[in-house]
């Protein structure tokens, strides 16, 4: 299986992924990307804060973005005024 | 080759020699497994208990979708399947996490202990009954702690209990599972288990690179984790 880096940048600083994860393939990969970003938004909103602004980006060993993931396209977000991002 | 099990129960209270050999005696077969191997399946009719020697061994309970929740740890010494010598069959799935050596004792004989041997009997239930306090702060952790508190949490228990078995050095201690797995744990994906070791790392807490958990600050890492070992039933009294 082929290495996947998740490397996050966001309000809480970059954070590299120095390790990797093995994945079946590149939508498995996106798949996680987007799992995280709802899991890491849903505890922060626990802490009462929800920041869209920040992305995945999925890297090979070679350091080549394969998918880009941003957090606000994880969610479906509806606001008191009707609108939709 | 239980003497990380004697270790283990003779911090909590006394194991006389006859005891001791009573444990030997149940040993029937001695096995080195790989990492990554289910030792124990859910469901299979069970007729002997797994005592670990070496290495880490964890239970787990998958979903249809592939999402798997580690529910417990086990270091060496702990006799983690007496659980299967009174259900016969395991509800979860028992597996290695590194390479492992396990000890099977059969159910026959762990039956004679609990006939001749009420003291011995009631410190093996003692450990189950320690299994049961730690699930108990994993649910803790799980419904109420948020992820970086989770993690500095579980890093003090593990310090907590390798340091009984002998185990951990002056600031560090080997944890040879990786990120993912370290995840499943804590009920987070892997990225997210990323950014939460990055907050200890920052908070100058605690460091996990290549299956080693670095403790700069115990004291502080307590703190953030409000650790309170309690419930590791710690203190030797008799049982």
Known sequence: MPRFFFHMYNGHGDTPDEVGSDLEDQAAARRLAIDSVRSMISEDARRGTIDLKGRIDVMDGAGNVLVTVEFAEAFEVRLPDGTRL | ?239
């Not at chain 2, 194991?15 to 469901?43: C, H, L, M």
């Not at chain 2, 396990?102 to 410190?123: C, G, N, W």
């Open chain 2, 1 to 239: 080759m239980i003497e990380k099990l004697l270790l283990k129960l003779r911090a909590r209270d006394v194991v006389s020699p006859e005891e001791e050999a009573a444990i030997r005696d149940t040993i029937a077969e001695v096995e080195d497994v790989p990492a990554r191997k289910t030792v124990v399946k859910r469901g299979e009719t069970l007729n002997r208990s797994v005592l670990l020697i070496e290495g880490l061994m964890c239970r787990y309970k998958d979903l249809r979708n592939g999402r798997r929740q580690i529910t417990a740890l086990h270091v060496a010494g702990d006799f983690l399947d007496l659980h299967g010598f009174t259900l016969k069959h395991l509800d979860h799935d028992v597996m290695s996490l590194s390479p492992c050596r396990v000890a099977y004792a059969s159910h026959e004989r762990l039956t004679r202990i609990t006939e001749d041997y009420p003291h011995l009997t009631r410190l093996l239930w003692f450990s189950t009954n320690l299994d049961a306090a730690i699930h108990r702060e994993w649910e803790l952790s799980l419904g109420q702690r948020i992820g970086a508190v989770r993690a500095a949490h579980l890093i003090c228990e593990l310090h907590t209990r390798l340091q009984i078995v002998g185990l951990v050095r002056e600031h560090d201690f080997e944890l040879p599972l990786n990120q993912t797995e370290l995840g499943e744990c804590l009920g987070l994906t892997v990225v997210h288990t990323n950014r939460v070791l990055k907050e200890l790392r920052e908070r100058g807490l605690a460091h996990f690179k290549k299956a080693v958990v670095t403790i700069h600050d115990m004291d502080q890492l307590k703190a953030f984790a409000e650790f309170d070992p309690t419930y590791l039933y710690l203190a030797s009294q008799a049982r």
